[in-house]
């Protein structure tokens, strides 16, 4: 059973950062990925980053390249999200998700979430 948990959520001031981090239990093996999107009120869920356990290759969104960045300890189960230079439109429910995606941006093709950790950004 693939279990994961997403802390480190607040809220903060826009240009502040913050780390997410996601605690995975099992879904580590081979083809695995964990992935980080976030869900603000009213829209749909977007894809904000990805990272394999093993090897550990990045792919961010658009809207966060060069201000989050994705990491990982396998021996660990984590996955950590920094978050850098926040801006009032980051803030969402952000949560954690793993699988054998297909596609790498499509919420659908992860059978295992994390339950969210709301990120708020004021102005």
């Known amino acids: 059973q693939v279990q994961l948990v997403e802390s480190g959520g607040g809220l903060v001031q826009a240009g502040d950062s913050l780390t997410l981090s996601c605690a995975a239990s099992?879904?580590?093996?081979?083809?695995?990925?964990v992935s980080w999107f976030r869900q603000a009120p009213g829209k749909e869920r977007e894809f904000v980053a990805t990272?394999?356990?093993?090897?550990?290759?990045?792919y961010y969104a658009d809207s966060v390249k060069g201000r989050f960045t994705i990491s990982n300890d396998v021996d660990k189960k984590m996955v950590w999200l920094q978050m850098n230079s926040l801006k009032p439109e980051d803030t969402a429910v952000y949560h954690c998700a793993t699988g054998r995606p297909y596609t790498l941006t499509r919420p659908s093709d992860y059978p295992y979430w994390g339950q969210g950790t709301q990120v708020t950004v004021s102005s």
């Open positions: 990272i394999r356990w093993i090897p550990a290759s990045t």
């Open positions: 099992g879904g580590t093996s081979s083809g695995y990925r």
